[in-house]
């Protein structure tokens, strides 16, 4: 069940980074690929970080979706399906940084 509940959270990491490489920020893009390595290790705090980048990783999405209509709209273009993705995405990613949280299961131990 550990690695199940992390696997979306993998997924949001690599797409962010993804969406990082593309606008040539690759400082950010190693940092995503440097909190594969926390995301599997089982401490809460080491969770808190990946979970927060993640939250952090939806708000970009939404600021780019924002930005996307915005330069849509400017050259009179469709924009409905730039949102419809972008908002997937977004909700994908704020979906796995929810299910990073700790557990009743987890808060016994």
């Not at 190693?30 to 939250?55: E, G, M, N, Y």
């Amino acid at each position: 069940m550990f690695a199940v509940r992390r696997l979306p959270a993998l997924f949001a990491l690599l797409m962010l980074g993804a969406h990082f490489l593309r606008s040539g920020e690759l400082l950010l893009v190693l940092l995503c690929l440097a909190l594969l390595v926390p995301l599997f290790i089982p401490r809460p705090a080491a969770q808190a970080t990946v979970r927060w980048v993640l939250a952090f990783g939806a708000l970009v999405w939404l600021w780019t979706l924002a930005q996307g209509i915005r330069q849509r709209l400017a050259f009179d273009e469709p924009w409905l399906r730039l949102a419809l993705i972008l908002g997937a995405v977004a909700a994908f990613t704020a979906w796995a940084a929810w299910l990073l949280r700790r557990g009743k299961t987890e808060e016994k131990r």
